[in-house]
Nanobody, 113 residues
Framework: VQLQASGGGSVQPGGSLRLSCVASGSSFRGNVMGWYRQAPGNEREWVATITGGGATNYADSVKGRFTISRDLAKNTVYLQMNSLKSEDTAVYYC????????WGKGTLVTVSS
């Protein structure tokens, strides 16, 4: 099972980015997928998750600015990030849970003027 995240980059405050994470080797169709992030010097923190049925949950710090979605046919989960702030700077990791939790390698998001 592999999770490959992409879409990170550098953006100014107030800007937007869309992260993608493609799962291969196994289907997460009926399972939870989500995003975590780790800023320099900090522990990894939960950002958002989406269930197989499409129910979503968000950390308070991103609620109203980030949107998680998934394409079941493509085995892909997305994170649309709007109104980005400098404190959103981090390496973003996607995950999928099928009994075990699988992690992607991460994609760097830098928000700076």
């Amino acid at each position: 099972v592999q999770l490959q995240a992409s879409g990170g980059g550098s953006v100014q405050p107030g800007g937007s980015l869309r992260l993608s994470c493609v799962a291969s080797g196994s289907s997460f169709r009926g399972n939870v997928m989500g995003w975590y992030r780790q800023a320099p010097g900090n522990e990894r923190e939960w950002v958002a998750t989406i269930t197989g049925g499409g129910a979503t949950n968000y950390a308070d710090s991103v609620k109203g600015r980030f949107t998680i979605s998934r394409d079941l046919a493509k085995n892909t989960v997305y994170l649309q990030m709007n109104s980005l702030k400098s404190e959103d700077t981090a390496v973003y990791y996607c995950m999928g849970s099928r009994g075990l939790t699988y992690w992607g390698k991460g994609t760097l998001v830098t928000v700076s003027s």
